[in-house]
């Protein structure tokens, strides 16, 4: 498998950032591990393994971002510094990596990424998605929380608004959604450690098909655990579906 290493300067996190791509060749996915999760989670924690058989063969490419969780969804403290601090990490995403990633594997300007996420990583992936429906086309997103509501407390700002997809939902507007037209996939398991993800999964996916946003949700089995050998095979069962996807729609 081809991989690239990157640590490049944030100018607006002020620090250097780490990042690697896996692949040669196919789509490229942006990816986010769990809460407080580091770039190297995907590949240590055999996700990337588990979609070895798509990336070896061109079919797939995966961007795994590092993440400031600990800041900003973790950190104690006052509320607007944790909120500035994940819009700061948003802006890193939008506008250093995004076309960072462009350059690096040669796609053109106009190609939207992927995005991709278990856990905190799902809300992350589908906020991306949502926000930013000109860079991104289509998400995956495992065992999420999608609001801010139960990270924040009982804080509450235009910031953590911003990044709260379950929230904002209800405010887009019907041009906004003619935007949407990539695959958007949640899935979540029904067994242990996984109640609060069930809940905000079910809540998201009824609040996304309220405003006729397209959206697939798979819920797994009552022995699906909130852990990592069941993502590597979630994953390995949507991924082949998403690029499947996608192909449908550069033929229509």
């Known amino acids: 498998m081809y ?9 607006f996190l002020k620090r250097e950032m780490e990042f690697k791509v896996y692949g040669h060749a196919g789509p490229v996915c942006l990816a986010f591990s769990c809460e407080g999760g580091r770039f190297y989670d995907w590949e240590d924690r055999g996700l990337v393994g588990s979609l070895g058989f798509l990336i070896d063969v061109g079919r797939l490419r995966l961007v795994c ?12 403290g006052e509320g607007r510094a ?5 819009e700061r990490w948003f802006c890193w995403l939008t506008r250093e990596l995004a076309p960072r990633v462009h350059e690096v594997c040669g796609l053109p300007k106009d190609e939207k990424l992927l995005t991709a996420g ?7 992936a589908a906020n991306l998605y ?8 289509g998400a995956v997103c495992l065992s999420g929380s999608y609001t801010a509501r139960g990270w924040f407390g009982d804080y509450a700002d235009d910031l953590t608004l911003r990044n709260s997809p379950a929230d904002y939902l209800r405010l887009v507007s019907a041009a906004r959604l003619a935007e949407f037209t990539g695959p958007f996939l949640l899935c979540c398991g029904q067994g242990p450690y996984e109640d609060r993800f069930l809940c905000e999964t079910k809540a998201f996916a009824a609040s996304l098909d309220a405003k006729q946003l397209p959206v697939s949700v798979d819920l797994w089995g009552a022995d699906v655990t909130h852990d990592w050998p069941w993502w590597q095979k979630e994953l390995a069962v949507l991924f082949p579906r998403m690029l499947d996807a996608l192909a449908a729609l550069k033929t229509e």
């Open 3 to 11: 991989i690239q290493y990157y640590k490049e300067h944030s100018e």
């Open 118 to 124: 278990i856990s905190l990583g799902a809300g992350h």
């Open 130 to 137: 949502l926000r930013r429906p000109d860079l991104f086309g």
């Open 65 to 76: 971002a590092d993440s400031i969780d600990g800041e900003s969804w973790l950190a104690d």
């Open 82 to 86: 944790r909120a500035e601090m994940q």
